[in-house]
């Protein structure tokens, strides 16, 4: 829970498989970091367990893609049974987490400041984006810094709803072919959705790539031009006001990793 659960009905989860309780570990620990205080574990969808995949909306071709791995079905029903809490416990909104994020320390805050504005937005990305992407201008959230999403985003580990987001998700994924995070991130005419700036966490893959920018920068000061990557390669480098990741510089790497 934040500052903000306490007064509102809101709650935050982490999606986190039981045979995986390293991952858990690693969440309460972050989320402690960023002022989270009782997240929620829900147990994911495991895609090994036998008949744990019966019902879902899984049909091929209806969405962007014609197969999805067992895997891919399991993470997409373990959200949307999420969001289904989120209605049938009438919670105004909600934050959602995969079990691999890296927090900054203002991550509490942002969500405290989001679940009290909920009715501005459907869907508030607060994870950094591993390349560039087209958004709107900025805006304001409450305290919080958005800019509207043009385009699909390939990550959506940490994300917050409001409870008419979670609706409108569940209505459209009846049937889905579709990564998770393509489909919460597909623009709709009816689709309020946002990319916090700065974002305020990171996911472990993604913060490793942020590491691997960190060393190319040192080795571009300090070798000769010829022996230097490519900065222009890297989509980090543009800072277009219309291509920017919201990456928190802040944002930490796993220690001892």
């Known amino acids: 829970m934040t ?3 306490n007064q509102l009905k809101t ?3 982490y999606i986190n498989l039981d045979r995986v309780p390293e991952r858990r570990a690693f969440m309460e620990a972050q989320f402690a970091k960023a002022g989270v205080t009782d997240p929620i574990r829900f147990s994911a969808v495991d895609a090994r367990q036998a008949d744990a995949l019966e019902g879902n909306g899984y ?3 209806v969405g962007s893609r014609w197969g999805l791995k067992q895997s891919e079905i399991a993470c ?3 959200h949307r049974a999420v969001w289904q809490q989120v209605v049938d416990q009438d919670l105004k ?3 959602i987490f995969e079990d691999d994020v890296e927090m900054s320390s203002r991550l509490g805050q942002v969500i405290d400041s989001l679940v009290q504005n909920a009715d501005r937005f459907d869907f508030a990305k607060m994870d950094y984006s591993p390349r560039s992407l087209r958004f709107g201008a900025e805006a304001e959230i409450g305290s919080v810094t958005v800019r509207l999403m043009l385009e699909m985003a390939p990550s959506a580990a940490a994300y917050v709803l409001s409870q008419e987001g979670c609706r409108k998700l569940l209505a459209w994924s009846q049937q889905y072919s579709d990564h998770l995070d393509d489909f919460v991130s597909i623009p709709r005419p009816d689709w309020r959705m946002y990319q916090v700036f700065p974002a305020v966490g990171v996911q472990m ?3 490793k790539q942020q590491q691997d920018r960190k060393r190319n920068e040192v080795l571009t000061h300090f070798l000769p031009r010829a022996l230097a990557p490519a900065l222009s390669d890297f989509p980090y480098r543009n ?6 990741h919201g990456v928190d510089d802040g944002v930490p790497p796993l220690v001892g990793r």
């Open 76 to 78: 997409f029903e373990s």
């Open 3 to 5: 500052q903000a659960d």
């Open 93 to 95: 909104a909600a934050a």
């Open 205 to 207: 893959i993604w913060s």
């Open 59 to 61: 049909v091929p071709g």
């Open 11 to 13: 709650a935050v989860f």
């Open 239 to 244: 800072r277009d006001k219309d291509f920017l």
